[in-house]
C-alpha cells in the first residue's frame, strides 16, 4: 500500500477524542475516513456486514474495532492505540510506571532497578547533585552509567514493543495519529509493528542534560505533580508525528 493510501490524509474538522473515533467506526457506511481505515486495514468493503467499534480502558488499546464479514461466523477485531496531537513537533507520554511495576515487567536485576530509582528519586541522593530530589544518569558513577546504558540496550526491543504494542488480547495492532493544529489538520494508520520498527532506531544514549534516549524513545522522571510522590515514576516519551513521514 502507497504513502498516500496508507494515510497523511487531510481531516475536514480534526479529532477531539477517542469517541469522535469510535463514531466514525460506527458510522462506517456513510463515514470517508472510516472506510479508509477500513480499507488500510486489509478489508473490502463489499465485504463488510457490520462494524462496531468500543473504547478500551486501561491497556495500549484505545479503541477496538469489530468488524463482522459477510459468511464468516466469526468477528475480526482490530486494536486501534489513538494519539491526538496539537502541536506540530512534540514528545508525548507513551507509557508511566513505577520502577518496580518496570522491574517486574522486564526482570530488571536489582543494581539497575536501584539506579532508575535513584534517577527518579524514590532514593535519594546521598552525593552532591544538582538537584536534592533526584539524580541525573550523567551523575552516576561511571560504571554505572555503563551498566545501564548496557541493560538498555540489551533490552531494547523488549522495551519498546511493550510501551508501544502491549501484551495480551488488548495489544494494539495499529497507532491511529490525529493531528490538530490552527492551520490543519490531519491523520496517519499506520501498522504498529512499522511505529516499533521507527522508534526503535538510533542509539541508546545519554543525553546531554542527563536523561536517557532508547532509540526514539525518551526516557524521563515524571516530574511535575505538584510535589507529590507520583512525580517519582518513570515515564517513556515518543513524537507521534513522525508518523507522517514513515
Known amino acids: 500500500m502507497d504513502r498516500k493510501e496508507h494515510g497523511s490524509q487531510t481531516a475536514k474538522n480534526g479529532f477531539k477524542n477517542e469517541n469522535d473515533i469510535i463514531n466514525k467506526f460506527n458510522n462506517w457506511k456513510a463515514d470517508v475516513e472510516a472506510c479508509l481505515w477500513l480499507k488500510i486495514m486489509g478489508y473490502k468493503m463489499e465485504e463488510i456486514e457490520f462494524v462496531k467499534a468500543v473504547k478500551v480502558h486501561g491497556y495500549k488499546t484505545d479503541v477496538q474495532a469489530q468488524v463482522t464479514i459477510k459468511l464468516k461466523e466469526a468477528i475480526d477485531v482490530q486494536n486501534l492505540q489513538v494519539k491526538l496531537v496539537s502541536n506540530k513537533k512534540g514528545f508525548n507520554q507513551i507509557d508511566k510506571r513505577w520502577v518496580d511495576t518496570y522491574a517486574n515487567l522486564w526482570n530488571m536485576p536489582a543494581n539497575i532497578s536501584l539506579l532508575f530509582k535513584k534517577y527518579c528519586g524514590e532514593v535519594l ?10 539524580m541525573f544518569v550523567n551523575e552516576f558513577e561511571p560504571n554505572e552509567q555503563i551498566e545501564l546504558l ?3 540496550n540489551e533490552n531494547k526491543q523488549l522495551l519498546i514493543n511493550d510501551i508501544l504494542k502491549g501484551r495480551g488480547q488488548f495489544a494494539a495492532e ?8 490552527s492551520t490543519n489538520a490531519r491523520w496517519v494508520l499506520q501498522p504498529i509493528n512499522v511505529c516499533i520498527n521507527h522508534y526503535s532506531k538510533g542509539e541508546t544514549l545519554i543525553t546531554k542534560q542527563g536523561n536517557i534516549r532508547v532509540g526514539k524513545v525518551g526516557v524521563q522522571r515524571k516530574g511535575g505533580d505538584g510535589g507529590r510522590k507520583t512525580a517519582q515514576m518513570l515515564q517513556f516519551k515518543i513524537d507521534p508525528t513522525d508518523m507522517f513521514d514513515v
Open 174 to 181: 495499529w497507532m491511529l495519529v490525529a493531528q490538530k493544529t
Open 125 to 134: 541522593p546521598t552525593t552532591k547533585v544538582r538537584d536534592k530530589r533526584r
Open 150 to 152: 548496557y541493560w538498555l
